[in-house]
């Protein structure tokens, strides 16, 4: 797991060194999310990495019914995984990674909510890893690894430590 946690790093790390302009200019979250994933992509070799991926082999995305997540996407709210590392046919899904700019004044809870949903094998085939990011403009403000439908606090620690040792975490904070 620590092999493609270091992968999201080094995508971290990529996209902090070319993407400034993004939070120079305060461009949208989904802006945000769709660059951070062709760095992304540059690290996972032989996968499918996709915004906003709305299936499962040849089935629409849904949960099941009584979620407080909706499948609606014209809500904004939408199940949809941010960024998926998979394999589109079969379905074979790897890596979700929920995006949020630390500017983004809406409740955590919903993406946190959906991280668990997306990893949990009692649902679906589930995502084997799951990834919450919060950026600002320096560095990554929080993150948290989810695995079978629950927050993993050895691997989000491990995670945010290794994000301090390559000064991206929150260890490193500078003035704007």
């Known amino acids: ?41 540059r690290q996972f070799s032989g996968w499918a990495v996709d915004c906003n991926y709305d299936r499962l082999g040849e089935r629409t995305l849904h949960l099941p019914h009584g979620t407080i997540i909706s499948t609606d996407d014209h809500l904004g709210k939408s199940i949809y995984p941010d960024v998926a590392v998979h394999q589109r046919e079969i379905p074979n899904n790897l890596l979700t990674v ?5 500017s983004n004044h809406t409740p955590l809870e919903h993406d946190q909510h959906k991280l668990r949903a997306l990893t949990d094998v009692h649902v679906w085939f589930p995502y084997w890893i799951g ?44 003035a704007p």
């Open 131 to 174: 990834v919450l990011l919060v950026l600002d403009r320096q560095h990554v403000t929080m993150s948290e690894v989810y695995v079978s439908g629950a927050v993993d606090q050895a691997q989000s620690l491990w995670f945010a430590e290794r994000l301090d040792e390559i000064g991206l975490g929150t260890a490193h904070k500078t």
């Open 98 to 102: 929920e995006i949020r700019k630390a």
């Open 1 to 41: 797991m620590q092999t493609e946690l270091n992968k999201v790093i080094a995508a971290l790390r990529d996209f902090y060194a070319h993407e400034d302009f993004l939070f120079e200019k305060d461009i949208g979250e989904r802006a945000v999310t769709h660059r951070f994933a062709v760095y992304l992509e």
